[in-house]
């Protein structure tokens, strides 16, 4: 028997221990390595970045956590990461939720991400947590209108006359921008047709890959950002972890006496001493004058040692959990790849050779 008909009679069990292992192994030597398979961020990550980022800090920003455990996988992760960007750049955060256990996920999500992270954020004053309505569409559509009458009070019990972020809070035009997390109905669609398009506010999406295809009509036009499934989380991730070491280094360097002009002017951050003293003579007219290069390779050992410790300081694993479930899902989709190759081949060969149909 050639290879090809051991192939085709191939036991199906085997099949199914080829891919548990291309998803275990991935998992082993992820998290004994550490070693993140490389990401490269495409169109719909960055836009979804840049439209956060292009925002003023104090921006008013209306998260809706529209999911839950089931598809936590996906959708945590960037989900934690719309927060880190949000709570890094300065935004007012408002936290709502269409279905009933995103009440849930706000807490989780807040708790871990500002709770351990950013907690000098002061609830009421920089977030606010709204908790779960019911009434689907019929929420944002009341919202449009009056916000007060869908939301008289926070997730927590406390009017929101009390809380000083809600003041001048009267209907939808108020924010600046609208995230959407969503496994599905209701969620992104109901935002992008009630809210977003009629508003005309920014507005970026984060969604399952089943709910994915649903979406690519209303970019860029009426959605400026679009994250799919854990991959779209693994690339905005990847942004936002980036840009946040550049934004440490850089408000580091400000608090030295050092201002750094430019926002695409920081280049390859150094993570040493030696390396910041080469840094700082390559970027003189790209950001630093002459005098504020000498300053910075004239700093004692201590500070120079602050100033790079951002940079060279490990990711929290929090922010790197939607790249660490990219191995996996990468391995696992070759393996597929390979499957379909062979098994195709198979049958052509076969078919040839008078084996079957």
Known sequence: MGFFERIGNLDRRWIFLLMGLAVAIPIIIIDVTGFIPPELPMPKAK??????????????????????????????????????QCAQKGHKMYFMALVPVGAQMIRSTTSDVIGTYYPDLVYGEDWVDLGYKAGNEAVVKTLVTDFNQMFPSDARGEPLSTIPMMSGIKDLTAFDAIVSVTAGYPGCKEWVLFASTPLKIPTVVGCTGVIAPQMYPYYPQQIQGLLQAIKGAAEYELLVNDWVRRDQFRNTLLAMGVEVSGEDSMGDLPSTSEELDAWAGDHVGKGLTEAQATEVRGFASEKKAELVAPVDAPEPGLFLEAQKRMGPQLSAHILMLVLIVLGNLTYFVTRRRGGGR
């Open 47 to 84: 836009s979804t970045f840049q439209t956060l980022d292009d925002l003023p800090a104090g921006s008013k920003v209306l998260l809706s956590w529209d999911f839950d455990p089931a598809t936590e996988g996906e959708l945590g992760p960037m989900a934690n990461t719309f927060i880190r």
